[in-house]
């Protein structure tokens, strides 16, 4: 069974990046389709950016496009999330997430069949 754990977390201040990490194990990653989702205290979770299983098809939300990049290296099983010019608003549970989703459905935390536990980011000065 595939299995997420995410890295990458932290404190950081405004203006400032990270890189998150999804790191598969299990079974092999490159068939699925992966979604960063986050959820912040008090908020709904809400998705942030979206991957197809090949890498060639990326979205985001409006609220983190320009600023986030989501990538992959299935040769690792691994996928990122670089995240620049971070802003308070970004302070959240980072979750990794997998399946054999299709692009309708990237929105969908429940599509997901493969979930991690999730990583902290924290902007605050």
């Known amino acids: 069974q595939l299995q997420l754990v995410e890295s990458g977390g932290g404190l950081v201040q405004p203006g400032g990046s990270l890189r998150l990490s999804c790191a598969a194990s299990?079974?092999?990653?490159?068939?699925?389709?992966v979604s960063w989702f986050r959820q912040a205290p008090g908020k709904e979770r809400e998705g942030v950016s979206w991957?197809?299983?090949?890498?060639?098809?990326?979205e985001y939300a409006d609220s983190v496009r320009g600023r986030f990049t989501i990538s992959r290296d299935n040769a690792r099983n691994t996928v990122y999330l670089q995240m620049n010019s971070l802003k308070p608003e970004d302070t959240a549970v980072y979750y990794c997430?997998?399946?054999?989703?299709?692009?309708?459905?990237?929105?969908?935390?429940?599509?997901?069949?493969?979930r991690g536990q999730g990583t902290q980011v924290t902007v605050s000065s």
């Open positions: 997430v997998a399946g054999t989703t299709t692009a309708q459905a990237m929105w969908r935390y429940s599509a997901y069949a493969y």
């Open positions: 299990g079974y092999t990653l490159d068939i699925y389709s």
């Open positions: 991957i197809a299983s090949s890498g060639d098809n990326t």
